[in-house]
């Protein structure tokens, strides 16, 4: 993920992955994808780079009427001390996290009744958008 000016022009890698998040502000651009996409040619000198992370999916879709998906998911990763940056769509939400805390999630997050449902990218296992889940909402 990186943060431009938030007067910066949209580049165009960052619409050319397969999963991005554009989001403009007052105070900034943030644009979240695979971290390849933003390296090289097209990145502003006075951008800020975080890499490492990964998505987990929730498998949805969920309706706009359906409370506590993401209420439920998140304390857990919280008490294990992940960090964690979430994101939603439409359908579904995803709960970025680093790479590192991958192992410990997953433990954390089936302690606490969500069940990993495989892989939402075709099973590309060095994809950093591949772990779905089920939430448990209650």
């Given at each position: 993920?990186?943060?431009?000016?938030?007067?910066?022009?949209?580049?165009?890698?960052?619409?050319?992955?397969?999963?991005?998040?554009?989001?403009?502000?007052?105070?900034?651009?943030?644009?979240?994808?695979?971290?390849?996409?933003?390296?090289?040619?097209?990145?502003?000198?006075?951008k800020l780079v975080e890499r490492g992370w990964l998505a987990l999916k929730l498998?949805?879709?969920?309706?706009?009427?359906?409370?506590?998906?993401l209420a439920s998911f998140v304390p857990p990763l919280a008490e294990a001390q992940i960090p964690i940056f979430a994101i939603s769509t439409f359908d579904?939400?995803?709960?970025?996290?680093?790479?590192?805390?991958?192992?410990?999630?997953?433990?954390?997050?089936?302690?606490?009744?969500?069940?990993?449902?495989?892989?939402?990218?075709?099973?590309?296992?060095?994809?950093?958008?591949?772990?779905?889940?089920?939430?448990?909402?209650?």
């Open positions: 993920m990186c943060r431009l000016a938030s007067h910066a022009q949209i580049p165009a890698w960052a619409l050319e992955a397969g999963f991005f998040c554009v989001v403009r502000t007052h105070d900034e651009l943030s644009i979240v994808c695979p971290e390849d996409a933003c390296t090289g040619n097209g990145m502003p000198d006075n498998e949805g879709p969920f309706p706009f009427s359906m409370t506590g998906v579904t939400d995803y709960v970025l996290i680093k790479r590192d805390n991958l192992e410990q999630a997953v433990t954390a997050l089936a302690a606490a009744g969500h069940e990993k449902v495989g892989q939402s990218d075709g099973g590309r296992a060095e994809s950093p958008f591949n772990r779905a889940f089920t939430p448990n909402t209650g």
